[in-house]
């Protein structure tokens, strides 16, 4: 089928997509200043087709969040909390295991564990949750800790991030999830996330992880102050990290959300940003498996829509969200493993489910079996 293209600019862009050819600096500006969604949806979609056919995956898992008390205090942020503020929080070791199982009715594959940079929890306190974790729950996937925290661990550990990365994956860290990226653009982050690692030390705690054998996600934060530019300079250089180490397994673009945060009177994103966001980051990071639409960020109704503008992934069941929510996100806090099937259906998709790296998961009422 013939697509029309209603934006000259894009052919020569569709020509490439079609060739199979990488997309420059000046295509990605492009794309993102189109306002032919519905061509760039054409070309996600077959950049995604060609990968994935026609399924689209999802997992059954957890979020915890151990602690909001965190010493950087990022503007865009409306999770992270002061020691003394009285809203603050931090578990304990016992409440980390008993989170992890409380409502244990679907067997559940992943353990999604982020939280703020705790003054006071050490490397070694960590260490022990994790350990506690594989112990209760052998059979689930620890992703467990940002670069941002794995950095913050490592400068209060005073030891490298290598040796850092090496002690979390002995106690039982199985991968890392991709938050704290935001937008590498430092002209940015000044504003946005000023007491931050930066962008390139960020990609530098990510290559060390990969080359230990600890795969992660990626994210990038949009709908703030940042310009196509510089959504397009993060973009090219996760695809740069990925040509080294191949350690990325999805991309996961992140509306920025302002309740709450010191930026709240920047407007939310929109649906067409949402979804162009989907569909160039599925035709920019053509190294990356898997573009996933995080339902929590997007709503569901956009991350279903999604399906069909490059992304093959809705994240997870999720259960207890609190880090968007904290921010606005009137989305529900989970969804049913069967909620999760419908979207994906009604999008004509089929579904599968996955475990944290994409292996195949066959279950039954109360237990599942990956296949390797
Ligand atoms: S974004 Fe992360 S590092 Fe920044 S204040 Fe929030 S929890 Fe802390």
Request: net charge neutral; glycine share 6%; hydrophobic share 35%.
């Amino acid at each position: 089928m013939q697509p029309i293209i209603n934006d000259a600019r894009l052919r020569p862009i569709l020509d490439k997509v079609v060739a199979g050819e990488r997309l420059s600096f000046e295509d990605g500006v492009t794309l993102y200043r189109s306002p032919d969604l519905l061509a760039l949806g054409y070309m996600a979609n077959l950049v995604r087709e060609r990968r994935h056919g026609n399924v689209t995956y999802f997992n059954v898992n957890r979020h915890i969040n151990p602690t909001d008390v965190c010493v950087a205090s990022c503007r865009l942020c409306a999770f992270g909390k002061r020691v003394k503020d009285e809203r603050a929080y931090t578990m304990s070791l016992e409440q980390v295991w008993e989170t992890a199982g409380r409502g244990w009715s679907e067997a559940i594959t992943e353990f999604h564990i982020v939280g703020g940079l705790h003054p006071e929890l050490t490397l070694d306190w960590y260490c022990e949750a994790f350990r506690g974790l594989k112990q209760r729950f052998p059979q689930v996937h620890l992703k467990a800790l940002t670069m941002v925290e794995i950095a913050y661990l490592a400068h209060r550990t005073k030891i490298t991030a290598g040796e850092t990365l090496r002690r979390l994956k002995d106690s039982g860290v199985d991968s890392l999830p991709g938050g704290g990226a935001e937008i590498f653009s430092e002209r940015v982050r000044r504003i946005i996330c000023d007491h931050k690692i930066d962008g390139s030390q960020w990609l530098d705690v990510a290559r060390q992880a990969h080359r230990i054998g600890l795969q992660s996600n990626c994210t990038m934060l949009y709908g703030h102050i940042e310009t196509e530019e510089d959504r397009v300079d993060h973009l090219v250089k996760l695809r740069e990290l990925q040509e080294e180490t191949g350690g990325f397994v999805t991309f996961i673009p992140l509306a920025f959300h302002p309740d709450n945060t010191p930026l709240r009177h920047i407007p939310k994103t929109t649906g067409f940003d949402d979804i162009r966001n989907i569909a160039v980051s599925r035709l920019m990071l053509d190294n990356i498996p898997h573009i996933k639409a995080y339902w929590v960020m997007m709503t569901p109704r956009i991350a279903q829509i999604a399906q069909r503008f490059g992304s093959d992934d809705v994240d997870g069941t999720v259960v207890e969200e609190k880090i968007y929510h904290d921010a606005g996100a009137t989305t529900t806090q989970s969804l049913r493993r069967g909620e999760l099937l419908r979207l994906i259906r009604e999008a004509g998709r089929e579904p599968e489910e996955r475990d944290t790296l994409y292996r195949p998961v066959v279950r039954s009422e109360t237990t599942f079996t990956v296949l390797v």
